[in-house]
């Protein structure tokens, strides 16, 4: 089967680029499954119940995050409700919301996908090497095929990652940086494995925002209010193809579709 993985969708360019590039990527790539990150979906920064409802809306199956979750204080009640919109696995027990869940996909077949928050530059939360072995157990027992969202800022922690999980899993993905990567490849052991799938959004842009508001931060040390650029968008991430059998990757393919 394929998967799409969508990378962090910003603000509104971003879930337009996935409102009107989503339907024609799907029939065009024969896309089963469609998974994105949508921590920056509302504003450019965290996301909304009502955010959320109009990604899922548009035919994304799962909507997974990261360290941005928690920046709109609706979600922590949303996200009790909503299986399909994830958090990282390793946020303390006790934390609102699931990090992992088995899906159907279009074509009626289970899909695993696993949410994980790397701790290299950013939060002390538990480790998501053993996490992720913790989920992986009871994960396979319904399903061969399983996607992690590694939402990570160190190349080398999320490289780590994939080699760890390497043949335990069908993709690792990094996200978090929002530039996209030309490293995807099949691990050995039959994983795909790229180190972050980009970003859906304006590309005028520093991450997304409004590259003067980007610039003055760094000129001054300010803080400032950042706001999503506006102009052309595009939407990144990767298509993976899976063996339905064995859940192991057969190819994966970057993709960058622009309005």
Not at 20 to 39: C, D, T
Not at 123 to 143: G, M, N
Not at 220 to 232: D, H, I, Q
Request: aromatic share 6%.
């Amino acid at each position: 089967m394929k998967i799409l993985f969508i990378g962090d969708i910003v603000g509104k360019g971003g879930r337009r680029a996935v409102r009107e590039l989503l339907p024609s990527l799907r029939e065009k790539e024969g896309v089963e499954f469609v998974i994105a990150n949508a921590e920056n979906a509302a504003g450019g920064m965290g996301v909304t119940s009502e955010k959320a409802k109009e990604l899922l809306e548009m035919g994304i199956d799962v909507l997974t995050s990261g360290n941005h979750i928690w920046k709109k204080k609706e979600i922590l009640s949303y996200i009790e409700r909503e299986p399909r919109l994830l958090r990282p696995a390793n946020y303390p027990s006790g934390a609102p919301g699931r990090g992992s869940g088995v899906f159907r996909a279009r074509n009626g077949i289970k899909v695993g996908v696993l949410n994980l928050e790397g701790r290299v530059f950013m939060k002390a939360l538990e480790c998501p090497f053993r996490t992720a072995e913790e989920h992986i157990d009871y994960l396979k027992k319904e399903s061969p095929i399983l996607v992690v969202d590694f939402h990570a800022e160190a190349t080398s922690e999320k490289m780590a990652l994939g080699w760890f999980l390497d043949g335990e899993v069908s993709a690792v993905i990094g996200t978090h940086t929002h530039v996209q990567t030309a490293d995807e490849r099949i691990l050995p052991a039959g994983t795909a494995y790229i180190t972050d799938a980009g970003m859906t959004g304006p590309i005028n842009s520093v991450i997304g925002i409004k590259k003067e508001l980007a610039i003055e931060r760094f000129l001054t040390l300010l803080p400032n209010r950042f706001e999503p650029a506006k102009g052309e968008i595009e939407l990144q991430g990767v298509i993976v193809e899976i063996d339905n059998e064995s859940g192991l990757a057969l190819n994966i393919k970057r993709i960058r579709e622009r309005l």
